[in-house]
């Protein structure tokens, strides 16, 4: 029987139907007063026995000119409702293309129609000839390695790989490999952001259409409009697109004959669905590719963590190791700029600002790199180095300025800010990676002297979320830095990915420390990936240096900390190191891959609501269920990072446990008592609340 989307109801509902329906089936259902789609989850010869048959309502049509989902997609769609702990219709319907939703069986059944002659009229025409651009090019011997070993053993592998060292071609001759092996296998390939499906999609396309068709490689992401979506998620659950190529909704993809699954920059946080069901993608690969014994690729110069710990000899993950850039080309060379020796208060130090400047008088391109992602604040002194410890935890203690204080996310401690530094009594304490906010404007007085070869006076772009909203924006911003209009570009993490910008021969992290001291663990390991990726910007200008030979790039970081183990791991493009210390400071506070976490999060009108709502949820489940609570450690409540969006005030609640199934035993008793608590007329002010498993950072 079908399940319909809505977030209160979790289990499947029961409807009548003429004639057996095979499970998968679409449907559509009325639900309440409105018509929805449903999804067959099993079809039985008589109502449940717990439902009169009299209040059995029919379903209103059966769209099974489409053939039903498999098995194992129902299964992919059951353990991440049960996992992530969401309703079952809610993940299932959320899974498929939006545009099903609103299309009656007659419409759907016209639409099946056309796409079945249009298929009939590609076949016709017969596979296109080859051209220059599918010419692949011979492998070097660590790709070759690499798909040997990939090709003689199950997997999953994490392909650990330097930028540029060619992990993308592996990609495509594995795919290559599988669809000349098998007829009718399928492969996805998942991309962490939507502009970089398009230059990806065109690489496998030229590879694959010559010899497989135009239908052969679809894209599938939130910035396609419903239609567009509907065709290529039609065309990969017919099977006829034999590559999938998408973000992480496309994990959700039907694909009757999935051979090989690779999630590409594995540590990407735009893995992670933020909202709704709050699944991580590549986790979900993992377990589809288990489910349904395809081979599961990941991919990354930095992997994540967990995933370099599971690679680890022994682990559940095989290791490759490509560490040769194509080409030879050399790394951007780290430097390193210690900011407490550079005027005080000086956002850019003078000798950056040289190096910029002789940049832009030789033509070449620089690229700032702003950390501003909402890292919590950590408050610190700059004279003595002082930081806002919590003293009952490791972690540090979150600058709130609604309210001035201190808190600790891990315990919930709470002090009121401190007047001056509690060490050396400095008042000029501040918030860590602050200041940045003018860069641009500062940048351009500090160059006003300058002149590009052309005489001009040199161009500064800024591309961040806020610059590039329109519709666009983005892409006319980066033909112009390609096409070298540009001499400093400024910009967020979001400029730091994938983007060839082949003439930038110098990279700077300005304000970096914020990440070092951020009370989020996941933080430092984001800040080492992005200056990675950042730095592989830079060295990629070597390629196609004005002269044919290799340009010197260069990595500047200002920081108050140079010595910072993070920093010299970086030096010397060392990620095995950084991970190792990592992993022993997450071993010893028992973080995740050694312990689980899952957050309980509250929203209300005030923060007091909010709150109580998550203090009477942990005291609900010492009470009602002391065998599974016993399992977890349940922490106090604390506002969010971001405590107050559009009027709504956010808390959070930490669970943690040693044991993945204890604290999944655990979430799974407490979801009906939450259920309840929120009925009582004293948590009415509680707007919603969620459950959010392995949580990204808390
Ligand atoms: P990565 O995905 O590891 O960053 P890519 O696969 O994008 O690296 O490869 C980097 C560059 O090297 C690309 O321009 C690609 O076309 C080229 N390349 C990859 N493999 C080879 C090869 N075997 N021979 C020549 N060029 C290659
Ligand atoms: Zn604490
Ligand atoms: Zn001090």
Redesign the pocket.
Known sequence: MPSPAHTAISGPLSYACERPLAPGTLVRVPLGRSEVLGVVWSCAAQPPANVPAASLRSITADLSGLAPLSAAWRQLVEFTARYYQRGLGEVAVAALPPALRSLDAEQLQRRLQRRAAAAHDTTAAGPRRGTADSE?????AQ?QAALAQIDAEPGPFLLF????????????RSAQALLERDASAQALVLVPEINLTPQLEA?FSARFAPRWGGDAVVSLHSAMTPAQRLRAWLLAHEGRARIVLGTRLAVFASLPRLGLIVV?EEHDPSYRQQEGARYSARDLALYRGRLEQAKVIL?S?TPSIESWYHSRPGGRYRRID?PE???AAPQAQVRRIDMSHQPRGAVLSPPLVEAIAERVRRGEQSLLLLNRRGYAPVLHCPDCGWKSDCPHCSAHQVFHKIDRTLRCHHCGFTQRVPRACPSCGNLDIAALGRGTERLEEHLAERLADVRRPDGQPPRILRIDADSTRAQGALEAALDQVHAGQIDVLVGTQMVAKGH?FRRITLVAAVNPDGALFSSDFRAAERLFALLVQAA?RAGRAG?SGPLGQPAPSEMWVQTFHPAHPLFEALRRYDYPAFAESELAERQAAQLPPFGHQALLRAEARSQEAAQAFLTAAAARAQAEIPEYAAGVTLYGAVPQTIARVARVERAQLLVESASRRALQAFLAAWRPWLLELRAQPEHRAVIRWAIDVDPPSI
């Open positions: 692949p090019p011979p492998l070097s790709q790989g330097a930028t540029g060292s060619g992990k993308t071609e592996v990609y495509l690489r590409d991919g110069a490509m850039r194509i080409g060839d592989g390629e």
